[in-house]
């Protein structure tokens, strides 16, 4: 496993470095470029902040100075080289400090998986396209913390790493109070040095950055830039702005300093000297007044932390900190207004939970080494003897991660729909075949349905009602219910969904398929969008919004017929399944009349909903017989000390 994940790690440094090198000149390394290029700040007389093109201080600026004579090296191999080198030696830094007491197997797997992550991660792809150093103050902190010998050594190392970004400092209260004074008096006695020699070589230049700029306040672009994931950067957007924000930036800044450097401190104190480095660098990251994508890899080393009690719990809070540094944040929260907020600032929220809320739990908790076991299901019978290969939890599964999983896997989804596109012609040819299908079968009934419907006013109204709004809505209920009520059929059914989702995403790629409603010539009326303009290539794309050809099989009717067929094999009244079989009938009669698929699209719906069912079978056996599943844990597997620790969880 370890050379698999080597391999990985290899793969991904192989194709960053494809991407760099293979952009055009102009668009690699472009603040690289702009400062030791041949027309970068570098090279002309003159401040370095005549522009706010240059962002680092006047010592990044002294240490950037040689490499102007060797710009052409720099900004390509030699440049792109050395920052994987660094990225890998961040990594075996980081899997070195981890906590202890760790497992034999997690000391082995811990150096790749970090160097993954952080290849993977957004900061990390940002400093390679825009040729960063970044990186850099991480790197120069987590060695002189964890890599050098000698509190002296140690400091030298951070107070170089604040001497390029001076809001690591912070790191001083830091090693104060948990005993490392000497560390901490030679991180301010570099700091001052590395200054003062750039202070002595480029007096202009470090008047303006320290005096005019305010430490590089306003430097770079606008601060109310969606890049910009610092306290300074939310308020500017929320629309603060003047004396008033100014006041509002400082009073929070000095309350999350303090708050989150006493839970930094106490978190080296108890052992957990990475958990104290993040949370320091989260900090960093909310009370800097710009902290662009590529600075905040800080908030990725807070996914050390160990939190929940459960073991299912577990898993939670790594998995939310791994997905907002890896995924762009309209993934991550649904683009809706009230959500707006959310969104834009998804990367400063999960620093300031590191920093002041997430419970990271103590080294001293018994739930630390040793969380409640998780429940499993009994096994049920199968035919096949190596199924089921995916144990059935019995426990009510974590809410924040399957939300994470439901959010990731439709933003995924819908971009893998979107990209699964084919030409008006093919499309419209393959409908042709369609619809000879159906003539020869007698089902060509879709003329017929949507004009009758169209001419009873409140029928018509209730079809388009009834497919624009329900589509969502039942699936997110059943699965709600599912997820409170009974969570053992809740990952069955989930399962069973998401195999038929991946199944019509083939169907979307491999058969692109004008609806009725985009065929010229049929006269069908499109009762939802309006008057379609048949003269207009891109009549069919919906401004590129979403793919109108992705109509076989038919999702709508798909994911109707599965929360039909759950709730006819899970609810325990015949009412409640008769309820549940009709809206599989009247979303069929709602996607024909609407003139939005075919009837065969509706058999090619039911067809994916089928296989996912069989597929969920085969791989996970049987549908487990309903008993002891109301959610609840085990409390008699809770550790003690008198019965001492739990036999390993696996699964």
Known sequence: MRTVLWLVVAVLAARQVAVVLNSPRGDRSTDLETWVGPDGVLQVAGSLYDST?????????????????????????????????????????????LPQPVT??????????????????????????????????????????????????????????????????????????????????????????????AWAAMPHDSYAYWVHHLAGVG????ADDLANQSLHGALLRLGLEGPLEIAVFFTLAAAVAVLGMRRAIRYARDGQLLLAVAITG???????????????????????????????????????????????????????DVLHSVRDNVVLLAALASALVVPFLSRTSEYYRNPIPTEYAPKAETRFSWAPLLRRVATRPNLLLELLLIRVTYAAYQRTRLEATGSRAVAEENAWQILAIEKALFLDIEHWVNHTVVQVGWLRHFFDFYYSSFHFVVP?????????????????????????????????????????RLMPGLGIIDTIHGVQDF?????????ELTNQYAAMPSLHFGWSLWCGL?????????????????????????????????????VGGAAVVGAGFALTYVLTGPRAEPGKDDGRTNEAARPTAASGPPEPVRG
């Not at 430097?219 to 606008?222: A, N």
């Not at 003269?535 to 401004?543: A, F, I, N």
Request: hydrophobic share 55%.
């Open 53 to 97: 093109r240059f962002t680092g201080t006047p010592f990044g600026g002294l240490v950037l100075k040689p490499l102007t004579r060797a710009a052409e090296q720099t900004l390509g191999w030699g440049w792109t080289f050395g920052t994987l080198l660094l990225i890998v030696a961040l990594g075996l830094v980081a899997a070195r400090a």
């Open 104 to 197: 034999r197997r997690t000391a082995l797997l811990a150096a790749p998986v970090a160097v993954t992550l952080l290849m993977l991660s957004l900061p990390v792809r940002n400093t390679l396209h825009l040729g960063q150093t970044s990186i850099m103050p991480v790197l120069l902190v987590l060695v002189g913390c964890f890599a050098v010998r000698g509190e002296r050594a140690g400091g030298v190392c951070v107070g170089v790493a604040a001497a390029l970004q001076p809001t690591v400092l912070l790191f001083v209260p830091l090693l104060w109070f948990t005993g490392r004074r000497r560390a901490a008096a030679s991180t301010g006695i570099t700091f001052a040095g590395a200054t003062a020699l």
């Open 219 to 222: 430097l770079g672009g606008r």
């Open 282 to 336: 989260c900090v960093v990251v909310v009370v800097s007044p710009t902290s662009w994508k590529h600075q905040l890899l800080w908030v990725l080393l807070a996914a050390v932390g160990r939190v929940g009690k459960r073991a299912s719990s577990r898993c939670a809070w790594p998995v939310a900190v791994v997905l907002v540094m890896t995924l762009p944040a309209k993934m991550m929260v649904p683009d809706a």
């Open 476 to 516: 997110m209920t059943v699965l709600g219910v599912l997820a409170w009520r009974r969570p053992t059929d809740y990952r069955w059914a989930r399962t069973a969904l998401g195999f038929t989702t991946v199944l019509a995403l083939v169907g979307f790629s491999f058969y692109p398929l004008a609806p009725p």
């Open 535 to 543: 003269s207009e290539p891109d009549y069919g794309r919906l401004t």
């Open 566 to 602: 759950t709730i006819a094999i899970v609810a325990p009244r015949w009412w409640m399944k008769t309820l549940g079989l009709l809206h599989p009938a009247f979303t069929a009669a709602a996607i024909v009349a609407t003139g939005n698929h075919w009837v065969l699209d509706a």
